[in-house]
């Protein structure tokens, strides 16, 4: 299937000045067939070398014992009975078995530096940090993180723009073009791909899922990978977790994230969780589920918003979970509202909000909502190149109180307001009002500061 990742794969082969590449990223987002089938096979074809740090007990094990990037070379070079050069790509799958690995990816940069090495695996940040407490706690010694020796690549799942490419790449190139020439889309044409969206808000990014919507076209059938991802997800927190207690409130915050937004404040609330519970009490476990890119963390900003965007100490905080699809398949609600003629009244506004923070944090932006007096609120913040774009997600048309209350206390570019509509712009409010089918497209525009000036459309 088609990733847009590959495109960042190409510029750091391309670069001269590339450096080691680790891959980050949750578990089952297509890391390992992004980097081997697709990657690998079509640009160092018969010259790659794949290692699954998992099963090959040998390689583990050496590369555990030495951070030398000559010996490891050697090593692997003579069990795999191959030559390496500087036209050979390395691949080390699953390193959070092999955290070594990560260390050695300093001296490849300092010593072999024409060899194209790409290190990727699920959990990888959380055992990096496990290793370097531990070491910290016994030895005095710190995990020894490559700092300025590494490039790095996040694997999210698929964002909407990917889906499409991949179920209907007519519409996409469609309704990219139309993106980019700032127009409206014919009306049939626009309940069409509105009709796609919500199809994705019930499969989701998971690409094992969305392979098996395309192949079947059923939509129960994907609904049952997306159970078993999420009870692996589950299951997976024991091998990392630090304590039983990590584990189960762990577990508990992500098993909870539709409750918890649910909710009029939407906030996180651990008294939802366990009676008398404090925050602090879950900070460890939400750590523990940002670093493993399992939940996305947006921080409330209030009145007046000053640059760069930070989240204060002391921040009330919102939590999304990383996939849509399985926030859907948390929340119950049955399949047929995403398809049905109902769907308006059936669906929440929060299923709408969790898919476009994931598209933001897809294309690198950190998220930020704003939260003024009495009940105005926009659900996101975003600064592009300097500049402040407020965006209002309405699940129906919706009001712009909030909007003006946000400009009583603030100056912005112009304000997004994401929403069924189709595309326009409204000169007086400075509004420009983007449908849901659109926002993988503006999120990758606000991540690279490339805005358009609204007197060009």
Known sequence: MKRNALEQLLKWKDNIKRKPLIVWGARQTGKTYLIKDIFAEQYYPNNYIYIDCKIEDGVRQFCSETANAAKIIEYISLAKGRKITEDTL???????????IVSAMKYFCQDF?????????????????????????????????????????TIYPMTFDEFLQNSNPVLYEMLKKAYAESKPIDMNIHELAMEQVYRYLLVGGMPEAVETYIDSGDLIESREILKVLYDNYLADMELYQVSQEALLRSRTIFSNIYRELNRETKNFSPGLLEEKSKTRDYATAIEWLTLAHIINQSFQLKESVSMPLMQNEDSMFRLFLGDIGMFSYQSGINSASFISSERENTLSGIFFENFVANEL??????????????????????????????????KGRGTLNSLEKFSNHNSFEYAVKISKNNYGYNTEQKLLTIPFYFVSFIASDLANGCMKEKEQL
């Not at 691949?91 to 092999?98: G, K």
């Not at 940040?125 to 706690?137: H, T, W």
């Not at 294309?363 to 300097?386: A, D, H, P, R, T």
């Open 90 to 100: 390395l691949i080390f799958d699953e390193v959070q078995e092999c955290p070594n």
């Open 113 to 153: 530096r024409q060899i194209p090495v790409i290190a990727t695996g699920s959990m990888l940040r959380v055992k990096i940090q496990r290793e370097s407490r531990k070491r910290g706690a016994q030895t005095a010694e710190k995990f020894l993180f490559p700092v300025g020796k590494i490039n790095q690549i």
């Open 361 to 394: 944090v897809a294309s690198g932006q950190k998220l930020f909502y704003w939260k003024g007096k009495s009940s105005s609120e926009l659900e996101f913040i975003v600064e592009s190149n300097n500049r402040l774009y407020p965006i209002d997600v309405k």
